[in-house]
């Protein structure tokens, strides 16, 4: 029983604190960077729906095993095995993977119990999904952002539609076209994080936990987070890095403030700049997929002003779409499998892409959207 439990994918653990127990969540498979698998999105939803009716767990606190990741994202190549095995689709296991996912996410943003989100190191696409989903998301010095989906012909999905809508300005909008890399300053910034801890104070946050009183009341235990969490942020103060979003967000309403979105990737890819940060994400959006580029910008306009559970139906959406056209498994190809870095992207430009084929990618596929009942 403890071999199985120590080699199991998630690790969940109850551990007595004050009148109540604190739920603990570890996403434990270090050598992948705590990538999620279905059986790992299943084990979560499985007890996190537990937990919720369990009047002993007071709150839960989610981490990922060493100190690289949170979780890098989805398991990649296991989605672009399953769009190799049918293009055009059904892509089964695909398929199965975004739809039990993103009712995951659902799960974590309308949780009323609260819900800390350990957030170290790498956090990159369904890693980002669960903790922009948590009530309580703590960044780190070593926090390390990404949302580079445009480079493998995907888009900011498990609730990016969601946050990066709710974002300053046009910040979202560029850092889903670019995938330019965030920190913990940034992300508190643009809404997807709420406090910087140092890393060090990590345990001392679990032992305050642990320490506390805890209510049957979910606000009243709220509470009680925001008390413990406040302290080690004040604490931690000194060591937060610099953030890159805001000091740029001058900038990058100007880059957005295009005619349409052929004008928006001409000004992001042709701006004359020797800053760093912008550099880099213009030859992301350079060498990524302009057909990606097109449905990115769409979907955010379409889910502006969406509820949650609507937009999740719309992410399933355009995702099922997405797996099951070949500019996707040509670009995980491409970054990863291959790792060439050269794909062979079906338009040049932007305004290459027909609208019908556009349009396609926001058609229903199947007759029933498989998150229907979702809200």
């Not at 009530?135 to 580079?148: D, F, K, N």
Request: aromatic share 8%; net charge negative.
């Amino acid at each position: 029983m403890e071999e199985r439990l120590m080699s199991a994918p998630v690790l969940f653990e109850e551990l007595a604190a004050g009148n109540g127990k604190l739920g603990r969540i570890t996403l434990s498979v270090a050598a992948t960077l705590n990538s999620l698998t279905l059986e790992m999105v299943d084990l979560l939803q499985e007890k996190l729906d537990a937990w919720a009716t369990d009047d002993s767990i007071s709150a839960v606190f989610i981490e990922g095993a060493g100190e690289k990741a949170f979780c890098a994202g989805g398991d990649v190549q296991a989605l672009h095995q399953s769009a190799v095995e049918k293009p055009g689709g059904p892509c089964d296991y695909a398929e199965a993977f975004f739809a039990r996912e993103y009712r995951m996410n659902y799960t974590l943003h309308t949780y009323a119990k609260p819900i800390v989100c350990w957030g170290h190191g790498i956090v990159m696409g369904g890693g980002l999904g669960v903790m922009a989903g948590c009530s309580h998301r703590v960044v780190t010095e070593r926090t390390r952002i990404a949302m580079p989906e445009v480079t493998i012909a995907l888009f900011p999905d498990v609730g990016g539609s969601w946050f990066l809508n709710h974002a300053p300005g046009k910040t979202g909008e560029f850092l889903a076209l670019t995938g330019a890399s965030i920190n913990a300053a940034d992300a508190i910034y643009i809404g997807i994080a709420d406090r910087f801890i140092a890393s060090d104070h990590k345990q001392a946050v679990i032992d305050e936990l642990l320490a506390q009183q805890w209510s049957g009341e979910p606000e009243r235990n709220h509470a009680l987070v925001r008390h413990v969490l406040r302290p080690f942020a004040e604490q931690s103060i000194s060591a937060s890095p610099a953030g890159q979003v805001e000091p740029h967000a001058a900038t990058i309403a100007q880059l957005l403030d295009g005619e349409d979105i052929h004008d928006i990737i001409d000004r992001i890819t042709g701006q004359d700049t020797d800053d760093p940060w912008l550099a880099k994400a213009r030859e992301s959006l350079g060498h990524g997929s302009k057909l990606a580029a097109q449905w990115i910008h769409r979907q955010l306009w379409e889910t502006r002003h969406m509820g949650l559970a609507d937009i999740f139906r719309a992410e399933i959406q355009l995702v099922t779409n997405i797996v099951r056209h070949p500019e996707f498994t040509e670009g995980v190809r491409a970054l990863l499998i291959d790792k060439d870095r050269n794909p062979q992207w079906q338009y040049s430009a932007s305004r290459d892409v027909p609208q019908d084929v556009l349009d396609s990618f926001f058609t229903a596929p199947w007759a029933e959207n498989p998150l229907a009942d979702l809200g």
